[in-house]
């Protein structure tokens, strides 16, 4: 009865570390439990395995990092749920606000290494795919995506896809009127990706629209990082700790 009641609860021991995220003005402290940090993130297990000054401190600093996004994370690590929405009523740069918190979290997902993080955003942004403004609030995030990821970044090729079915003329057209400077590695993406498009003609003569190729996607791994190993969806507990859905809204 115990392995049965056990099996089903978070792990988290009673070591707890601070993690000092963000400078100046911007800093902010949190507390997470250690073991469960661990768990999750390879970049923790090192830090804090190892005779690193963090080991010794219980400080990790990630001055580089944005304190909401972090803040994300550690709700996540405790819930299995993203704490993000998008209200409908809410106004634009509001709206702006919770995509550009989603993106820098993914980022931060990236510098922790922690794919099941990572992996849950990318649902959460093919959720989001079928509104507009997602798309055109996303797509202005691709400098900094594109400062801050390896060349075979999933985000990165989810951006392209997204402009490639997603954005339409008059989008594009916005940004070229405010000069807005997209990086050439996105651009030539885009570029690829359209010609592909065009190119592919699906035998039954049915044209394939932006709503219906995310729909084809929706719920697939395309844009997970795992590979070859577990889907975080595939770790369904009857507590909850870890769900099929991957956010609450
Ligand atoms: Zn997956």
């Not at 400078?23 to 250690?34: Q, R």
């Not at 401190?57 to 550690?74: D, E, G, N, W």
Request: proline share 4%; hydrophobic share 40%.
């Amino acid at each position: 009865m115990d392995d049965c009641l056990s099996h089903n609860r978070l792990d988290m021991g009673t070591k707890v570390i601070a993690v000092r995220v963000g400078s100046n003005k911007a800093l902010k402290d949190f507390t997470v439990h250690e073991a469960l940090v661990r768990k999750s993130s390879p970049f923790f297990e090192k830090a804090l395995a190892q005779d690193w000054v963090e080991s010794q401190s219980r400080i990790v600093k990630l001055p580089t990092m944005k304190p909401p996004a972090f803040q994300l994370y550690v709700q996540w690590l405790y819930s299995s749920r993203l704490y993000l929405r998008i209200d409908e009523k809410s106004k634009l740069v509001d709206r702006s606000k919770v995509i550009e918190c989603c993106i820098n979290a993914y980022l931060l997902g990236d510098y922790l290494q922690d794919i099941a993080f990572k992996d849950t955003l990318i649902d959460l942004i093919l959720e989001w795919s079928s509104m507009m403004y997602v798309l055109q609030a996303a797509v202005l995030l691709t400098k900094d995506v594109y400062a801050n990821t390896p060349e075979d970044s999933l985000l990165r090729q989810l951006l392209v896809d997204l402009s490639v079915w997603g954005i339409s003329p008059y989008a594009w057209k916005i940004s070229a009127d405010s000069a807005f400077e997209f990086p050439n590695a996105f651009l030539m993406g885009v570029v690829t990706g359209q010609s592909k498009r065009l190119s592919d003609i699906d035998p039954s003569g049915v044209k394939e629209t932006g709503y219906s190729h995310f729909k084809k996607i929706k719920g697939t791994c395309i844009y997970h990082c795992h590979r070859d190993g577990p889907c975080y969806k595939s770790d369904v507990q009857v507590d909850g700790k870890h769900s099929t859905t991957p956010a609450k809204k």
